[in-house]
């Protein structure tokens, strides 16, 4: 065990490939952990310009859909505690990107809604983050980022599918 840590101690490039050997390398948890690491950081760099973190660029992207989400459908669908959501629409409520509007049907429900500046950031920002996306999958072919894509909606969409 003291000539391995010795080892890569001299040689610090190597215990990235000499620990990518081990059994937890396999372990599909650890990879999708590893995997959005390190796509956050290159998110979060490159959202950076425009004042946005993956978690308030998300709340935005969703915003500037169609779809009118309530605070409570935002929690949910990005897995946040409703807390954390009312402090990012929040936030983004105060740099006049979203706006609350009463639901139609219930008008205790607050939709959330991109303004017009709101898009143009989410625009800027939705090009920063497919070249971030791009640089950090560079090593896959496009039809790879393809197929990584289709599995990974499938197995996070698997539950929905199968409840109906």
């Known amino acids: 065990m003291t000539l391995q840590a010795t080892d890569a ?17 396999n372990d599909m948890g650890f990879l999708l952990a590893k995997l959005h690491a390190a796509g956050s950081v290159l998110n979060n760099a490159a959202l950076a310009e425009f004042g946005l973190k993956e978690r308030s660029y998300s709340v935005l992207a969703l915003a500037c859909g169609n779809l009118g989400p309530t605070q409570r459908e935002l929690a949910e669908f990005l897995s946040l505690d409703p807390s954390q959501i009312v402090a990012l629409i929040d936030e983004l409520e105060q740099r006049g990107l979203v706006e609350r509007k009463p639901g139609v049907s219930d008008r205790r429900q607050k939709l959330v809604a991109a303004t017009s500046k709101g898009r143009k950031v989410h625009a800027s920002a939705q090009k920063a983050a497919k070249v971030a996306e791009d640089q950090h999958l560079s090593m896959l072919t496009a039809q790879e980022v393809a197929s990584l894509r289709s599995i990974l909606r499938k197995a996070v969409w698997a539950e929905e599918t199968r409840a109906e």
């Open 9 to 25: 101690a001299a040689n610090p490039s190597e215990p990235f490939s000499r620990l990518a050997e081990s059994s937890i390398s």
